[in-house]
């Protein structure tokens, strides 16, 4: 009993942590790699400057090494990698930035190796969520405070403006990113719109197939959505799909993408699960719609062979059957890609 209590705390633990990352996992393992090379390959080049006599040489040799083998293998294996391990990879970034600085002291050199906290706020800024980010600031700021502050009041004034640098470049990033995102954001649900989702979905084919992995994509289509629309009007069709929003987003799992591809009709991403644990789990989506209101759906997953273009047929044609065959249902997809046709209203 302990043991499956503990497991499950740990699990509870794994999915809020999944949940403060935002990036796709290929962007973050891209600019968290490049961040860790960055840092390794400008330590490997302390040997070339002559250095205060305090300076410890070997040991930020070291330190760059690893830095530089982590940068690396987020680059080749990145992508890999659970969201959760983002944070591990920048908790080790800010040890390794503070470990280097205690190494160098307050030289030229220990404040230069200081400047690298600012990398753990472009990384975060512009892969985690504003509470993920601001507790990763928070962080290095106290690291950066500790590290200098105790050795000299020139070592407080590096602090105060290292500290300083780092949560603007945490903000700017952050609200940089935000302002590029909005154009991938349907503006009433705040959900990724078409635009994102072709992205996204490429990005979750092509990572099925490197991994071998299951993927599943779901089409739902709200049911007699045109008549909400004509006699209750276009605000409670608003108030409708929102609902449904709120409804579906609660089910989901992190890695799941839930979007709106127009008008009534959303999307859901499912890495991870095959063809039968996706269609009950759209299934839990269509047992939660409002009071009133119901769903069809059809449920694809990634077969050997298979384009996305292919993928998405076959889904297409399974929500035309649940339309065609009395609405409110799932209905897995064909095998093979059938030809186009129209989904009833």
Request: contains cysteine; glycine residues 10%.
């Amino acid at each position: 009993m302990q043991q499956q209590a503990t497991s499950s705390g740990g699990a509870r633990i794994a999915a809020a942590l999944n949940g403060t990352v935002v990036a796709a996992p290929d962007f973050s393992a891209v600019l968290t790699g490049t961040v860790f090379c960055a840092g390794g390959g400008l330590g490997l080049l302390i040997p070339l400057f002559p250095q205060a006599e305090r300076v410890q040489e070997g040991g930020l040799l070291v330190l760059a090494v690893l830095a530089l083998l982590v940068g690396l293998g987020m680059l080749r294996w990145g992508r890999l990698l659970p969201p959760w391990a983002t944070h591990v990879v920048l908790l080790t970034g800010t040890v390794s930035v503070t470990m280097a600085v205690a190494l160098a002291g307050v030289t030229p050199t220990g404040v230069a190796l200081a400047s690298f906290y600012v990398f753990t706020a472009l990384d975060a800024g512009m892969c985690l969520t504003r509470a993920a980010t601001a507790c990763h600031v928070v962080l290095a700021v106290l690291a950066c405070a500790a590290a200098l502050i105790p050795q000299s009041a020139t070592g407080a004034y590096a602090a105060l403006v290292i500290s300083g640098t780092t949560v603007v470049v945490a903000l700017g990033s952050g609200w940089l990113l935000r302002v590029a995102a909005s154009a991938d954001a349907d503006p009433l649900t705040g959900l990724p719109n078409r635009r994102r989702l072709d992205v996204v979905l490429q990005s979750a084919v092509d990572r099925a197939r490197r991994t071998r992995s299951p993927l599943s994509v779901a089409l739902l289509d709200l049911d007699n959505f045109k008549v909400v629309n004509d006699t209750l009007g276009h605000d409670e069709g608003d108030r409708l799909l929102l609902s449904v929003t709120h409804a579906w987003m609660s089910q989901l799992s992190p890695g799941d993408l839930l979007a709106r591809q127009g008008g009534d009709e959303f999307v859901v991403v499912l890495p991870g699960s095959d063809r039968a644990e996706a269609l009950a789990r759209v299934e839990r989506l269509l047992a939660a719609m409002p009071a009133g209101s119901t769903c069809s759906a059809g449920v694809g997953d990634l077969r050997d062979g298979d384009s996305l273009s292919g993928l998405m047929r076959r889904t297409d044609a399974a929500l035309y059957e649940a339309k065609r065959t009395g609405r409110n249902r799932a209905v897995p997809a064909p095998l093979s890609a059938p030809a186009p046709a129209p989904v009833p209203a």
